[in-house]
């Protein structure tokens, strides 16, 4: 199935809900690590046998998006993708206070990634599928770079996505995406207590086996290698360049989430070619 649209309307349309998505994928980003540890902490006190703590309703939907500031709600032309934020020059309407660059950067690389995915993939219900795995990835990325978490409410429909991909579109290949989510699960498994055994000290966490898994079921085993190459040439490089610029960093722990994402984003909307090359490279 295609989106039979004449370019002059599809693309726009395209960059539109890119926009759109990432506005959602910011509410996501900004929510969801409390609505966990609210979660958490309630299943604290009831395994305390403690009275639960009376808190508002808070989810993705309530309350309405407001201030951080001032807590004043965000009326809905302010609201408008983009075009808001620079509006109110990054500004509360209400305080005056600064509001996050984080929020027009996050839907502009949602447009941006929705308009890559579409185009190298084509204006297709594939194109869409790669499009909802992309999204996903920047949400883990930014989630993980916040928090240092990697949520399973995530995580594993993003595995179960990858294999129902598979088997929608390509089933010869499911085969491969199965090993391949049981590899990336395992070979970061084994890294993680291998460093655990020589060092005493953790160097991942769990979250990055189950990202690594759903690349795998998304990709297959064989772009495993690659993934993981493109993820630490990346963290290496990022790694190397913060701590030149702000020494203050050096020996903090980075998430390694990030870069898997920004791995899975070029091997996704580029991989054939990608892995032609890396193959000639290595000589298989």
Same mark, same amino acid.
């Given at each position: 199935?295609?989106?039979?649209?004449?370019?002059?309307? #599809?693309?726009?349309?395209?960059?539109?809900?890119?926009?759109?998505? %990432?506005?959602?994928?910011?509410?996501?980003?900004?929510?969801?690590?409390?609505?966990?540890?609210?979660?958490?902490?309630?299943?604290?006190?009831?395994?305390?046998?403690?009275?639960?703590?009376?808190?508002?309703?808070?989810?993705?939907?309530?309350?309405?998006?407001?201030?951080?500031?001032?807590?004043?709600?965000?009326?809905?032309?302010?609201?408008?993708? @983009?075009? %808001?934020?620079?509006?109110?020059?990054?500004?509360?309407?209400?305080?005056?206070?600064?509001?996050?660059?984080?929020?027009?950067?996050?839907?502009?690389?949602?447009?941006?990634?929705?308009?890559?995915?579409?185009? @190298?993939?084509?204006?297709?219900?594939?194109?869409?599928?790669?499009?909802?795995?992309?999204?996903?990835?920047?949400?883990?990325?930014?989630?993980?770079?916040?928090?240092?978490?990697?949520?399973?409410?995530?995580?594993?429909?993003?595995? &179960?996505?990858?294999?129902?991909?598979?088997?929608?579109?390509?089933? #010869?290949?499911?085969?491969?995406?199965?090993?391949?989510? $049981?590899? %990336?699960?395992?070979?970061? &498994?084994?890294?993680?207590? #291998?460093?655990?055994?020589?060092?005493?000290?953790?160097? $991942?966490?769990?979250?990055?086996?189950?990202?690594?898994?759903?690349?795998?079921? &998304?990709?297959?085993?064989?772009?495993?290698?690659?993934?993981?190459?493109?993820?630490?040439?990346?963290?290496?490089?990022?790694?190397?360049? #913060?701590?030149?610029?702000?020494?203050?960093?050096?020996?903090?722990?980075?998430?390694? =989430?990030?870069?898997?994402?920004?791995? =899975? &984003?070029?091997?996704?909307?580029? %991989?054939?070619?990608?892995?032609?090359?890396?193959?000639?490279?290595? =000589?298989?």
């Amino acid at each position: 199935m295609s989106l039979d649209l004449p370019p002059a309307i #599809l693309w726009p349309l395209a960059a539109v809900l890119g926009l759109c998505l %990432g506005s959602f994928l910011n509410v996501v980003i900004t929510r969801l690590p409390v609505m966990l540890m609210q979660g958490w902490r309630a299943e604290a006190l009831d395994a305390l046998e403690q009275e639960p703590e009376a808190v508002p309703r808070f989810n993705l939907l309530t309350p309405r998006s407001q201030c951080p500031g001032c807590g004043q709600p965000i009326a809905w032309h302010d609201n408008i993708p @983009l075009l %808001g934020y620079f509006i109110r020059r990054g500004q509360c309407a209400g305080c005056g206070g600064r509001i996050s660059p984080q929020y027009p950067l996050i839907e502009l690389a949602g447009a941006v990634l929705t308009l890559a995915a579409l185009a @190298l993939h084509g204006p297709t219900l594939v194109g869409l599928f790669i499009v909802g795995a992309c999204l996903t990835l920047l949400a883990l990325a930014v989630i993980d770079l916040r928090t240092q978490l990697l949520p399973d409410i995530m995580t594993l429909p993003l595995l &179960w996505a990858g294999l129902l991909y598979q088997l929608l579109f390509q089933p #010869l290949l499911l085969p491969s995406a199965v090993i391949g989510a $049981m590899l %990336g699960y395992l070979s970061l &498994w084994s890294f993680y207590w #291998l460093f655990k055994l020589v060092t005493g000290k953790e160097g $991942m966490g769990y979250g990055d086996f189950k990202l690594l898994a759903a690349l795998g079921a &998304w990709l297959g085993w064989q772009y495993l290698p690659l993934v993981l190459i493109l993820s630490a040439g990346v963290g290496a490089l990022v790694g190397i360049a #913060l701590q030149l610029a702000m020494p203050r960093l050096r020996g903090a722990p980075m998430p390694f =989430g990030p870069f898997l994402a920004m791995a =899975g &984003w070029i091997a996704l909307l580029m %991989g054939e070619p990608l892995m032609a090359f890396y193959q000639g490279l290595v =000589g298989v």
